[in-house]
């Protein structure tokens, strides 16, 4: 039987969630039960040309950073632990795939930027207990898309007419899942 996934609406209190332009992306939410890599990365390489870049906010785990660090990935460090790095492979996008689901089924968060012009040290995020997460060194026009992945599956903000709607999005799901009509907003 395959996994299946949900498509909706963002809830306001997810846009909430984040410091952004206003009315400049779309949001939706794709919700998995246990997500896996085959499901993100299989997304991110049907929406996505290369370059990517990957905000992975910590890193705690010893064998991520020896992932990374043993296959050459490229990276800017910031914080301790958090690591952003610029894909531009398919095989360095599954390695750094099976790294974020690592992290995100462990409650870490992950997020993916997608645009022209766009820089490592950009992209750092600035969080506070109190505060929504803000990229305060990013110039919104130069992203196409930002993805929020999270334990329970991901939040896309886009600007691209190809994906940023709920319909226009199951296109780019792998068809090994099926689509929950009942918990859809399609």
Not at 112 to 126: D, K, R
């Amino acid at each position: 039987m395959k996994k299946q996934y949900f498509v909706q609406f963002s809830d306001d209190s997810i846009k909430d969630d984040f410091v952004l332009p206003k009315d400049m992306f779309k949001s939706m939410d794709i919700g998995i039960r246990d997500i896996d890599t085959d499901f993100l990365y299989t997304l991110i390489q049907n929406i996505f040309s290369f370059p990517i870049f990957f905000v992975l906010e910590s890193v705690i785990f010893e064998h991520i950073e020896k992932i990374i660090l043993e296959r050459n990935i490229p990276y800017y460090k910031f914080a301790s632990d958090g690591f952003i790095t610029k894909i531009d492979s398919v095989n360095t996008l599954k390695v750094i795939c099976d790294c974020t689901v690592d992290l995100v089924l462990n409650g870490l968060s992950v997020f993916i930027f997608f645009g022209q012009g766009l820089s490592e040290e950009n992209l750092v995020p600035t969080r506070s207990w109190d505060k929504p997460i803000e990229f305060k060194n990013i110039d919104f026009e130069k992203v196409d898309t930002f993805i929020d992945v999270h334990e329970v599956g991901l939040t896309i903000f886009s600007k691209n007419d190809k994906y940023n709607s709920l319909r226009k999005v199951t296109h780019y799901i792998s068809e090994d899942y099926s689509l929950d009509l009942e918990n859809s907003d399609i």
